[in-house]
Antibody, heavy 125, light 112 residues
Framework: QLQLQESGPGLVKPSETLSLTCTVS??????????WGWIRQPPGKGLEWIGS???????YYNPSLKSRVTISVDTSKNQFSLKLSSVTAADTAVYYC?????????????????WGQGTMVTVSS | NFMLTQPHSVSESPGKTVTISCTRS????????VQWYQQRPGSAPTTVIY?????PSGVPDRFSGSIDSSSNSASLTISGLKTEDEADYYC???????????FGGGTKLTVL
């Protein structure tokens, strides 16, 4: 079955760029039915959507993070990646990648149906 | 832009029924579908309700979802509570005005 796995450094210095990769296995990232998203969760707090990407490269981002976020996709490796620039301690969180189902009918359906296990990223000098 | 507001915590006894609300601050709750996720400590979220009231396969029928336009809110109801239901629950929807996925702040359910 489809699985997602996050990877990347667990410690990032303030003002630097956080970089994470999500590897998709058991299925193709190029499926026409899905976007692929990043969600984060600061310690003891709630979930925050960061952004999502389609296999064609089309993206949409959380407006509150848009100026610092870049999400890209590598279909040849079945991976998508997150870059978050100019990080501060407030960016310390568990970062999840997830499959993002988008269906546009009379009502839009946006949901995350398969999640990675999450990876903790700490911003500290 | 809108927010989804959930109670910070709820508690109930095993075997009872609990309802968790998710109130949309502006715009109609019926505009786009609402999903509910369960998150146990140390684990990734999993879907318990999608498209307002649909249950994924494997989710017990003790879990149900609804929306109420009069209160502009969605609700997750769990009946026959079990200790294993103790978790954080998040509602989620989509903001069409700025192409933004929105999560509620989460509700901690304690079954005691």
């Amino acid at each position: 079955q489809l699985q997602l796995q996050e990877s990347g450094p667990g410690l990032v210095k303030p003002s630097e760029t956080l970089s994470l990769t999500c590897t998709v296995s058991g299925g193709s990232i190029s499926s026409s039915s899905y976007y692929w998203g990043w969600i984060r969760q600061p310690p003891g707090k709630g979930l925050e959507w960061i952004g999502s990407i389609y296999y064609s490269g089309s993206t949409y981002y959380n407006p509150s993070l848009k100026s610092r976020v870049t999400i890209s996709v590598d279909t040849s490796k079945n991976q998508f990646s997150l870059k978050l620039s100019s990080v501060t301690a407030a960016d310390t969180a568990v970062y999840y990648c997830a499959r993002h189902v988008v269906v546009v009918t009379a009502k839009r359906h946006d949901a995350f149906d398969i999640w990675g296990q999450g990876t903790m990223v700490t911003v500290s000098s | 832009n809108f927010m989804l507001t959930q109670p910070h915590s709820v508690s109930e006894s095993p075997g009872k029924t609990v309802t968790i609300s998710c109130t949309r601050s502006s715009g109609s709750i019926a505009s786009n579908y609402v999903q509910w996720y369960q998150q146990r400590p140390g684990s990734a979220p999993t879907t318990v309700i999608y498209e307002d009231n649909q249950r994924p396969s494997g989710v017990p029928d003790r879990f149900s979802g609804s929306i109420d336009s009069s209160s502009n809110s969605a609700s997750l109801t769990i009946s026959g509570l079990k200790t294993e239901d103790e978790a954080d629950y998040y509602c989620q929807s989509y903001d069409s005005s700025n192409h933004h996925v929105v999560f509620g702040g989460g509700t901690k359910l304690t079954v005691l």
